[in-house]
């Protein structure tokens, strides 16, 4: 029977912004998603339609606080490794490492901090895979540059970046650049800390903002290898594949046109050129870039080592009917075929074996799956959770996991997002339970914070234990 390679990275992911909180100690700056309030703006502030300069200070602003995770995180990783964890994805907060994003020298007790983290990992034999930038954009270089629409930003970038390749030698060799690149074309706000708010030509303006990220990231590749030849740099993409919801070929054509829309970050930093479909694109939008002497040739030397990717639904798309639902940030109709999460984000596991050989087929670069999960309503009832739904979601997705390596596709592993409960990115809600831990919080940030153990717990512990070969 085939199963898992010996070496699978089984594991479980956070990110600094929800998780960490402890906004303002030990020197922190200010980041994009502290002021990102839980209320009916929060979607717009995302977005970068509304200007977080809007919101008043009285509304609830859950990144501030998340789960306390810097404070807690030694008993947490502990938890995880009790779990059986090879693997723990987070992000390195920047703000902790720069505050403002432009100092000469970097934050020694930021760095400190991610020093005794990655040191705990390797205590315990968990590999960490870091995020440089994950929702994660210094409010200073907001406010000053208007961040990544400058190409200032690259250096502030590069600068932080190569500070924690040199600072994390020998305890980080696993990561990625940005996460879910192609959101910025959607949360421009906090992917890419842009307010867009009375701007004329919004496009022109993500685009390029991308392109700073694009050269960025292959710049900081390019450091990655030369301080340590052992570092492995990912690019991520928020993928599940766009299915034309019928076989007229105007939804085929608009299912492929959406997902163009997606991979094509992602076809620059896995081929090292802007895709051929990507003239026309610029054409009919009108976005001109700006573009220096060597961006290209940059682009085209320091492509990604490997293609990492969040998965939690597929999308599906007609050329008439209106979107029905918005699953992780795109747009898509309703599939009569599939069922639901509580938050209206479709189940999917064959679309999740589809999407990995789309990605394998399209780019032959090793996929490493780093966010999969079900969001849910949990009951903490006689210290534990009966998330038999979340178990089901899991066993389905590894099942199609194992199928996809089985059809030839080369995976490198697989971590599960939000292995212990922390704040929804997208509703900024607490009650959006991923984890295999609960922690006792709610959407308010209220609760005695303490961690329990779900049935799922025991439950991914005894599938990294068999490898993969007990679901
Ligand atoms: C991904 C993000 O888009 O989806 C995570 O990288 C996010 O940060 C995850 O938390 C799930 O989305 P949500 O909104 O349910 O937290």
Redesign the pocket.
């Known amino acids: 029977m085939m199963t898992f390679n010996e070496n699978f990275l089984w594991g479980g992911a956070i990110?600094a912004n929800?998780a960490e909180g402890w906004y303002d100690e030990a020197g922190r700056g200010l980041s994009v998603m502290d002021v990102v309030p839980m209320s009916a703006e929060r979607k717009p502030v995302k977005r970068g339609t509304v200007s977080y300069k809007k919101i008043s200070n009285d509304n609830y602003f859950p990144a501030r606080f998340g789960v306390d995770f810097y404070t807690n995180y030694d008993a947490d990783i502990r938890l995880l490794a009790e779990m059986g964890i090879k693997c723990f994805r987070t992000s390195i907060s920047w703000t902790r490492i720069f505050p403002k994003g432009i100092e000469d020298s970097p934050n020694e007790q930021g760095l400190l901090y991610y020093k005794k983290m990655f040191t705990l990992c390797k205590q315990l034999g968990i590999e960490p895979l870091v995020t440089l930038s994950?929702?994660d954009v210094p409010l200073y270089l907001v406010e000053k540059y208007g961040a990544w629409r400058n190409r200032k930003m690259i250096n502030f970038y590069t600068k932080y970046a190569e500070t924690v390749f040199k600072e994390l030698k020998g305890l980080v060799k696993y990561w990625i650049t940005f996460?879910?690149i192609n959101v910025i074309l959607h949360n421009s706000f906090s992917g890419g800390g842009l307010v867009l708010e009375g701007e004329k030509h919004p496009d022109q303006i993500r685009f390029q903002a991308a392109h700073h990220q694009l050269v960025a990231s292959a710049l900081s590749t390019k450091l990655a290898h030369e301080i340590d030849a052992e570092n492995q740099i990912g690019c991520m993409l928020?993928a599940g594949d766009y299915y034309p919801f019928s076989c007229n070929p105007k939804d085929v054509f608009a299912a492929l046109d959406k997902n163009r829309e997606s991979y094509f970050f992602i076809d620059v930093q896995c081929k090292g050129v802007y895709p051929f479909y990507a003239k026309r694109l610029f054409e009919e939008k009108q976005i001109v870039l700006e573009v220096m002497p060597d961006d290209y040739e940059t682009l085209k030397k320091y492509t990604a080592d490997f293609l990492s990717l969040?998965y939690?639904t597929s999308r599906t798309i007609s050329h008439n009917l209106k979107k029905t639902n918005e699953a992780?940030?795109m747009v898509s109709v309703e599939n009569p075929y599939l069922e639901s999460s509580e938050w209206g984000w479709q189940i999917d596991p064959l679309g999740f074996r589809i999407t990995l050989n789309t990605l394998y087929e399209r780019y032959g670069k090793p996929l490493f799956v780093v966010?999969n999960g079900l969001?849910a309503r949990d009951k903490l009832e006689n210290g534990t959770v009966e998330d038999d739904y979340r178990i089901s979601y899991f066993k389905k997705h590894i099942e199609a996991l194992l199928e996809a390596q089985k059809d030839g596709v080369e995976l490198i592993g697989y971590t599960t997002?939000?292995c212990i409960d922390l704040v929804?990115?997208?509703?900024g809600e607490m009650e959006?339970r991923y984890g295999f831990i609960y922690v006792d919080r709610n959407n308010f940030g209220e609760g005695s914070n303490k961690r329990f153990k779900k049935k799922s717990f025991y439950w991914y512990q005894k599938v990294i234990a068999s490898n993969g070969k007990i679901l």
């Open positions: 990110a929800q994950h929702f996460n879910e928020a969040s939690y992780n940030v966010e969001g997002w939000g929804a990115a997208s509703t959006k």
